[in-house]
């Protein structure tokens, strides 16, 4: 049931990687997941293009007034997984209006940090209109293994004042090598990668529930 978007209007910070692999980790525990690309980029529809036996259905949604169809459909799926836009502020917009979670994928820099503020005082504004929904938190995307968040990166997050999962997506050539043939770290034995989506997917139920 639940609508989740993720969101960043910056291209590269791992919307589509985490779209596609929390999608199949909810799908590897027995959730009905759809994937929405709302990105005429259409990115997400090339990696779902890519593999003919990909188990999950995928729908392209390429004007803003079609995301307003979107919690209809969602009745019919455990997980609605919005993969967000890059730039397009009325897709972007239109998707914090039906959405009940938004996670931002930002890398580890306080420039791409700061490059999110727009968005979160957008969610902030909504927020306020409607008790607090949507739920937004950050996701650290493509982080280096073996490696802590900077000081200014952890002063960066508390600014923005939205909170952070603890669980790092970090940045490893499975998850590219595996998009190309339209699947996830669930068609690897890459046992980090597939350690820290399911780290991040008990979080990310954790909080929803
Ligand atoms: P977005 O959807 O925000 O534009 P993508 O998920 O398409 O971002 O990622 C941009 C590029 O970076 C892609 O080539 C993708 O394969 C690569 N990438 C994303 N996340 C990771 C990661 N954790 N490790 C390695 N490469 C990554
Ligand atoms: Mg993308």
């Known amino acids: 049931m639940p609508i989740i978007s993720i969101l960043n209007p910056k291209g ?4 589509t990687t985490i779209t596609t692999n929390l999608a199949r ?3 590897e525990r027995g ?26 259905p995928l729908v392209a949604l390429d004007r803003a007034n079609n995301v307003k169809s979107l919690p209809d459909v969602a009745a019919a799926y455990n997980f609605v997984m919005v993969d967000g836009a890059a730039k397009l502020e009325d897709m972007i917009a239109a998707s914090i209006k039906i959405t009940d979670f938004v996670f931002i994928p930002v890398t580890p820099s306080p420039y791409d940090l700061w490059a999110a503020s727009d968005l979160v005082e957008f969610i902030k504004a909504r927020q306020e209109v409607t008790d607090g929904k949507p739920a937004a938190r950050f ?35 499975v ?8 699947g996830t770290v669930f068609d690897s034995k890459n046992a980090d990668a597939l350690a820290e989506v399911n780290a991040l997917t008990d979080e990310i139920l954790a909080f929803i529930d």
Not at 12 to 15: E, F, R
Not at 32 to 56: C, F, T, Y
């Open 175 to 182: 998850y590219p090598q595996t998009a190309s043939e339209g």
């Open 139 to 173: 996701i650290i995307s493509r982080a280096i293994a073996g490696t802590r968040l900077g000081d200014e990166i952890v002063t960066a997050l508390a600014e923005q004042g939205l909170g952070v999962f603890g669980t790092h997506i970090t940045q490893r050539q």
């Open 31 to 56: 959730h009905k997941v759809l994937i929405v690309d709302s990105d005429p980029q259409g990115s997400a529809r090339d990696w779902h293009a890519a593999n003919e036996e990909n188990p999950l």
């Open 25 to 27: 980790s909810l799908h």
């Open 12 to 15: 590269g910070s791992g919307k």
